[in-house]
């Protein structure tokens, strides 16, 4: 008895990264158009919190900053093949390979506080790596632990020596080791001697313990640990004394030992948690909390408030509630990601996108799938997911999903299918409005302002019902986990894994504001090359210079600059979001507010020539799409509201936060409890669990797996990793 | 709807990562020999015996941790050493947190299995299938002094030249990484057993021209006692781990 | 002058064996009442076997620091209990051979035999309660308190695995073998001898989590190997019918890793043979799955997870017993983990 004879039917709700993912991975040819997939969409547009549209004068619409990592192998991996099947003329696309659509952008930079209250940007442009993200694995990958640890220590080596050869007063150079005195019990010896006898209080003492370090390191396990964690300590403390003092006034100096510092607090919590050892990897300091592990190996308070520090949370949205007093992030996932993101990127550290997330990455991703004969239902909403009744269930027989229920927000004329890019010279892109022209009854929802993508908004035209065996064998669920405990009742109320998971793993709410400038940065006081900084004040903590996208839009009278900016969003005190019909235009207004104070008050730190009187951005400066621009006396904040701002609050659109200890709540899309069904995205247990791209594509994968065992799992790079 | 029918989800051998470090060190697809620096991808040819063995370690582990994590009902009685017949504390997972925290340097412990495999002298048995020789290569000097210079090959390309000389009959096991070539190497002195044996301290490792990469020298002096002699060749700069070298003086 | 590992093995083996048959045989001595159920009940344990638990009981206690007579009362329960298993084992298994006699079951009928298995149980029983004098009152509860719980992880251990075969289950993976052998095979073969003879050893003092590691790696790998001369082995010396396993349709690693490789149309045909019982199995169909076995190399694939785990324990032994003194006993646990996969 065997189903080979008809395709299985898929269906995949949700367009985000990790939804469209699992619908490439099952359609590729190696398949044999084995399974027949359609993908459920509300709304217009595909992308989720990654889509994007056009606005007026063609402007790029997102719903934050997506900057893509040179370590996203995975995510790279899908564009490339992406647009190497998709094969585009690039006589009449201007982004028609995938380095058109994605640059290197190697200058990060991160905001710190000085003493005086100013704010000053480090910025740095980490070095080039071999080879691109998505290209094949090679068998000489550079990370290792030993070469990790090792290149920690001769990064401190260096340091320490470069102030040893500013100090005249200490010329010495370190003695040549014979070859016995690498052999373990030398390097005991020498140890023991270093912690006994003071010496480590010299700078030549220090270098001479970091050599014994990097050899200990060298063959790890020859060493009772206890003694590399005593060393470690040592080594620490004494050099953070004898450089505090020089590194009081070198404020370059003293960022590198805040680097210094905390990585060697991150080795000896390696060491000290088994972390380095355990079969579980990392895992085991899941519940610890980044800042709080750190502190309790010995890192110093200083550096935990470093820029780079409130970048990582920054950069993770890691704030409880979307309050950012409250920063918390599990120890486990920080220090996988910065691992992941320093020592394995390719290429570069990141990589920009040269048109809206949606152009770039939605927009090739609909084209491949639509040539390989996927179906796109636009405009229909999720309402439930019906579980199989567990009292009609068999003895023995696993529980299924028996139904999907649907509202349908919109019919297309005709019948076929919604035809959803636009073209816009050359580049098909997602437009910020449905195309009204093709739905049924679409002057009448424009007029009357229907807002599809609005969890608010319930506006159906009818509601439709797809059941097990008849519309789908299997269920894909790719909504955002904000959305699980309106869509999912069932599962959430049978399952208690499924409860537990939305009672621990929690999503925050973002914002973000795009703003248009007539003058360019230089002008403004940042003379730099373009960059994305992070760190900085809340809100908004994070800025990108995006000026290269200007020349994707059509402007009449083109800026000269972009800037895009995005944070947090806390939640409405006091309030239930569900119950509040203008949640969602209070939120749009309070990131309306927040910019604006944002620009007049805390930009000028950042771009020195912002502010002409204190207190007062130059409003004069933003490009209205619509018309005025320039001085005039119109222009005051009233010009900001030309601009894009966006509150990013639907369920669907909140973040996922990895919190610490929440990193045992997720599940997996391999968990098999319920036999045609299997979820995906950046919130399930996807071996990197955190919000990115990366996790996404990743869970997609694993999503596909789930379902038809390929791709195999040593194939999903980095899934398997401590 | 008759659930004999419904399609059904294929049943998966494995739901979850390997999340030991065992990952970063294993090698992908390919002939070469695992490498220190191994990256976690691993190309979809046909698992080696490497690959299989390793990968069977990380199953075992995660088998016997999940289980004691679980933490059967009796588990709850071998808590502490402290014990009393009515003793009764029921926390498994406290097990498991000790579990945790037990330092196992597993990892570099069995790479260092993977890589040296049989030829080290002293250290792992001879694994039962790859047979009791060495990797390395094996001189023997004749009695009288006249160093024997014998070139074998030791890991797949490497050329290495063993120069020994010995008033007695001598055994010389080699292994070596391949990516030990062109880098600054040493080598320790060669040591018993036995604490008090004396060291076979007159030994070195150099690299001289391109044809043999590498050569090793080592001189035994007159009354020095039989048995096996074992000394690791390390990295100059970094100290790694790059080979081992075992002589053994034959007794008369 | 030292022995080779090769040689240590077997030599210990006798060693310690002899100890354990001699302290045994007060046990088995004819009583009454039920004296004919006493001569049945000496049967299999006087058929001989290795001796491994005891002597991996014995071993350790003495590595450990233990007097050699301290451990012999419980390596005389755990022989018992090893050969009450084995009793019930070949009831259940419907085995027609053990040891190169025919089982207890064929010769003197089921009834009979069930009742010889819980006879040497309870003998088990008594040998551990005769640990008291030697012992103590307090170790001699602990070491009981392990051998209740090697009890029942054994007994639910062989539960999961009638369930496969009653079931006729075709999908099970290696970590649900591993699982099932961990609870079956490894507590009273490897993790209840070596806790106990730590606990012996070390009067209580010393924690024993970790020996579950230990333990189960070793167990597991001894276990796999047992499979694995099953199919290859030389029928004399192992003992059991050659392919037997085949013939009873027991999910090995090597049986379930061939319902993972084969083609569908071939899965029919072996689910349809696991589906028989075993006296409408034929020797063509069992030849059939032994070959099937060859062709997709299954053997293969379960010796490398064996050689794994085998390394698995070599390196948990390092852990356990490398802050010990030297001693003949703590080489010889050292040399068992490579025996387990060398022996005929």
Known sequence: ?722 | MNSHERIKRPKLDRTQPIRSWSTLFTAPAGPEATTAGGGAAHGPAAPSWNDVVSRSVDLGYRVIDEYMRQGQKAAQRFTDRSYTPDSMTSDAQEIGTRMAQYASDFTAVWLEFLQLGAGNFGRWPTPPFEGAAPAGSASRSAPPPPPSAATEPAGTDTRVRVAVTSPYPTEVSLDVRPQAVGRRLIVQSLRAVTEDTPRLSDVTIETTDADTPLTLRIRVPAGQPAGVYNGLIVEEESGKPMGTVSLRILPE | MTTSAADLVPAILREYGDLTRVALCDYLRPREPQRQLYSLVADYPRRGGRMLRPSLCIATARAFGAAPEDAVGTAVALELFHNAFLVHDDIEDESDERRGSPTLHALHGIPVAVNVGDALTLLGLRALLDNRTRLGTRLAVQVMEEAERMARETVEGQAIELGWRRDNALHISDADYLDMVLKKTCWYTTIFPTRTGVLIGSRGNHDLNRFLRFGFFLGAAFQIQDDLLNLEGNAQRYGKELSGDIWEGKRTLMLIHLLRAITDDERGRLAEFLSQPRDARTLPDVQWVRERMNTYGSLEHARQIAHGLAGAALHEYGLLYAGLPDSRDKQFVQAVVTWVLERR
């Open chain 1, 1 to 722: 008895m065997s189903n080979n004879a008809r395709p299985i039917k898929v269906a995949i709700v949700g367009g985000g990264c990790a939804a469209i993912t699992t619908a490439f991975e099952l359609t590729r040819p190696e398949h044999h158009g084995r399974y027949e997939v359609t993908v459920y969409q509300l709304g217009w547009r595909l992308g989720g919190k990654g889509a994007s549209g056009r606005g007026p004068a063609d402007r790029i619409e997102e719903h934050g900053l997506h900057l893509w990592m040179g370590f996203y192998e995975n995510a790279f991996r899908l564009m490339r093949e992406c647009y190497a099947e998709l094969n585009r003329d690039p006589a009449h696309c201007p982004i028609a390979d995938w380095r058109d659509a994605f640059v290197p952008a190697p200058l990060v930079g991160v905001a710190d506080q000085l003493p005086n209250g100013q704010w000053s940007v480090f910025k740095g442009a980490l070095p080039p790596t071999e080879g691109l993200p998505g290209d094949p694995p090679t068998s000489n990958q550079r990370w290792s632990v030993t070469d990790y640890v090792s290149r920690s220590m001769a990064l401190l080596r260096t340091l320490i020596e470069t102030i040893q050869q500013r100090d005249a007063s200490s010329p010495e150079a370190p003695p040549r080791q014979s070859p016995d005195a690498r052999s373990t019990s030398a390097v005991l010896e020498g140890i023991s001697r270093l912690l006994q006898y003071g010496e480590l209080a010299t700078l030549a003492g220090l270098i001479q313990a970091i050599s014994l370090l990097e050899v200990a390191f060298g063959s790890f396990s020859q060493y009772p640990e206890n003694i590399i964690v005593r060393l470690l300590d040592a080594v620490a403390s004494n050099a953070r004394s004898i450089l505090e003092s020089r590194l009081e006034h070198d404020l370059g100096l003293r960022r590198v030992w805040q680097i210094i510092d905390v990585t060697l607090a991150t080795l000896r919590g390696e060491i000290r948690f088994g972390v380095l050892t355990d079969p579980r990897g990392f895992d085991v300091i899941d519940e610890y909390d980044g800042r709080e592990w750190l502190r309790l190996n010995g890192a110093s308070e200083t550096s935990l408030n470093s820029g780079w520090i409130r970048a990582l949370y920054d950069f993770g949205f890691s704030y409880e509630n979307g309050d950012t007093a409250r920063p918390r992030i599990s120890a486990a996932q920080a220090v996988r990601s910065v691992l992941r993101a320093f020592f394995t990127y390719r290429g570069a550290f990141f990589w920009r996108m040269q048109a809206g997330m949606g152009d770039v990455v939605f927009a090739p991703l609909y084209e491949v799938l639509k040539k390989r004969g996927v179906r796109f239902a636009f405009f229909h909403r999720l309402e439930n997911v019906k579980l199989a009744d567990p009292h009609l269930l068999q003895s023995g027989e696993t529980p299924y999903v028996e139904a999907l229920d649907f509202d349908v927000q919109a019919d297309v004329t005709g019948g076929g299918e919604y035809q959803p890019l636009v073209d816009i010279r050359g580049l098909p892109c997602w437009p910020s409005r449905p195309d009204y022209s093709q739905l049924v009854d679409g002057e009448r929802m424009a007029r009357n302002g229907w807002e599809f993508e609005s969890h608010w908004d319930r506006h159906k035209v009818r509601s439709k019902t797809l059941r097990v065996g008849e519309d789908f064998d299997f269920v894909v669920l790719g909504i955002g986990l904000g959305a699980v405990p309106y869509v999912g009742k069932e599962l959430v109320a049978r399952d208690p894994r499924w409860r537990a998971m939305v009672d621990h793993v929690r999503t925050v709410a973002t914002q973000a504001f795009q703003i248009w400038m007539s003058a360019d940065m230089k002008d403004l006081g940042w003379p730099d090359q373009p960059i994305a900084v992070s760190g900085f004040v809340e809100p908004f903590d994070t800025w990108a210079d995006m000026r290269h996208l200007i020349r994707h839009e059509t402007w009449q009278d083109t800026p000269r600059s972009l800037a895009y900016f995005c944070n947090v969003l806390p939640d409405l005190d006091g309030t239930d979001p569900h119950r509040e019909p203008s949640y969602a235009a209070k939120q749009r207004e309070s990131v309306r507010q927040n910019a604006i104070q944002f620009l007049n008050r805390d930009v000028v730190q950042l771009w020195p020539n912002a502010t002409h009187l204190p207190g007062k951005f130059r409003w004069d400066v933003l490009v209205d799409p619509n018309g005025t621009t320039g001085p005039g006396p119109v222009a005051n904040e009233a010009r900001f509201n030309s601009q894009f701002w966006t509150a990013n609050v639907n369920p669907t659109d909140r973040y996922a936060l990895s919190l610490p200890g929440s990193g045992a709540y997720r599940i997996s899309p391999l968990d098999g409890t319920y036999d045609n069904l299997t979820i995906c995205g950046d919130w399930t247990a996807c071996g990197f669990n955190a919000g990115c791209v990366e996790a996404a594509v990743m869970s997609g994968r694993l999503a596909a797996h789930a379902l038809s065992q390929s791709p195999p799992l040593e194939d999903i790079v980095g899934y398997d990793h401590p």
